[in-house]
């Protein structure tokens, strides 16, 4: 017969154990889905190290030296001696002017000279004699005196015929133009057979190696810089790299030469608030013309012991740049930080704000607020 009251029991046993499991399953899904609710986000850990450095700025070329070629003495333009574009060398014969009416004078003046050389002969010698017989009490003191005055006159004269005939060599040899720098010649002001005249313009001439690229820092900027030197937040690289200019063609290429900064202005330009700089470059293949606008960059310093954040983590908000942190209960946390400079991969750096260790959200920012609970994820879209 079979046992009603041990049915019973396997029954309650099945019930009970059904419900049992029915539960955990809950549990489990009520738990799978309270944990799918918390957002996943990406987090960058905060560390201090020494962050490259990268300082760009719009600039222009000029060259190393631009002088104006000018005649010194009027006359006829007879010839010019260079192929306008091409280089020259310092002394180098570039025009010529008709030089007869120079040579005429010099001439001129040199024949004055002989005379006066002769009329000096002749009172240093009148002197001597005149000296010798004053002294034998021959001649009177009058005569004495008179002698000398002919000979300090006739000394004058004889000056003033040699700087006559200095002047009139200058300006025959100024019949010949030369260079007076090394460089690439411009374009000629005049064709020859012109009537020059003293002071025009004949051409201009440029040194291209080296090469001068000039560009300015605002006044906010040096006074950043400055102040970020005095608190150790800008230094030369510690691995001895030198600090160096690059310059960037139009074509976003880089110039193969490296330059250095030769020159910082001592005054602010009250037009622009800034500081004009000046970097020099070799420029022996005359890539580089002046005139050309160019991007420069200046490598070689860093900020040390800095944090380097994602630009994507920074966010701004009425109390200024801050970013979320999440803290050991994997809650989000608002920062308030100080942004610096930029940095090569265009990162920020932190300057106020991190501790080390602090990890700062990257990604997924959009879906979570202070005091939200996170996953911290690899793949958080």
Known sequence: ???????????????????????????????????????????????????????????????SKETEVRARVDGILQKRNYTEG?????GDVLFEIDPEQYKIALQQAEAELAQANAQLEEAQNNWERISKLFKERIVSEKSKDEAKSTLGTKQAAQKLAEAKVAAAKLNY??????????????????SEGSLITKNGLLTHITQLDPIYVMFSISENEMISMRKMVEKGRLAKSQDE???????????????????????????????????????????????????????LVIEGLNSPNAFNIPQSAVMQGANGSYVYRVNAQNKVETVNVKTGLMTQDNNWIIEEGLNVGDKVITKGLVKVRPDMEVIISDNAE
């Open 1 to 63: 017969m079979f046992n009603t009251s041990f049915a019973g029991k396997l029954f309650l046993c099945t019930a009970l154990a059904s419900i049992s499991i029915a539960l955990c399953s809950c549990k489990d899904k009520t738990n799978q889905a309270s944990s799918q609710q918390f957002p996943k986000v990406e987090v960058v850990e905060a560390v201090q190290k020494n962050i490259p450095l990268r300082f760009e700025f719009t600039a222009r070329a000029q060259g």
């Open 86 to 90: 091409a280089d020259v060398q310092e």
């Open 173 to 190: 040899d100024y019949t010949k133009v030369t260079a007076p720098i090394s460089g690439a010649t411009g374009q000629e002001a005049y």
């Open 241 to 295: 790299t030198p600090v160096v200019a690059r310059l960037y063609l139009s074509d976003d290429s880089l110039y193969s030469e490296t330059g250095k900064i030769d020159f910082v202005t001592p005054n602010i330009d009250t037009t622009t608030g800034t500081i004009k700089v000046r970097a020099i470059f070799p420029n022996a293949d005359k890539i580089i013309r002046p005139g050309q606008f160019l991007r």
